[in-house]
């Protein structure tokens, strides 16, 4: 079982920046792959970015490449994201998970565990 819990959210202006944090119990975090997810209010969760389980590959949305950066720090067992020039379409609830077995780091229904999620709001 694994255990993740997303800090750093929070509100801030358009053209600002934010450091989400997801820290893990449990399981063996180095072997997983994280990702990063969203939803805001009336859509369905969205793809953010996603790490391998020892950080050398990454893969963004269209829409957040050249602005967040993911990370991880294993000995930590801790995932981060950085956003950077943030934007109001990038308002949500941003929930971080953890991709144990194959399948397409891309849809949720691959992932096995989430967190609760972090509220960012961005205002313009």
């Known amino acids: 079982q694994v255990q993740l819990v997303e800090s750093g959210g929070g509100l801030v202006q358009a053209g600002g920046s934010l450091r989400l944090s997801c820290a893990a119990s449990?399981?063996?975090?180095?072997?997983?792959?994280m990702g990063w997810f969203r939803q805001a209010p009336g859509k369905e969760r969205e793809f953010v970015t996603y790490?391998?389980?020892?950080?050398?590959?990454?893969y963004y949305a269209d829409s957040v490449k050249g602005r967040f950066t993911i990370s991880r720090d294993n000995a930590k067992k801790t995932v981060y994201l950085q956003m950077n020039s943030l934007k109001p379409e990038d308002t949500a609830v941003y929930y971080c998970?953890?991709?144990?077995?194959?399948?397409?780091?891309?849809?949720?229904?691959?992932?096995?565990?989430w967190g609760q999620g972090t509220q960012v709001t961005v205002s313009s």
């Open positions: 449990g399981g063996t975090f180095s072997s997983y792959g």
């Open positions: 790490i391998t389980g020892n950080g050398g590959i990454t």
């Open positions: 998970a953890t991709r144990v077995s194959g399948g397409s780091y891309y849809y949720t229904y691959n992932y096995h565990y």
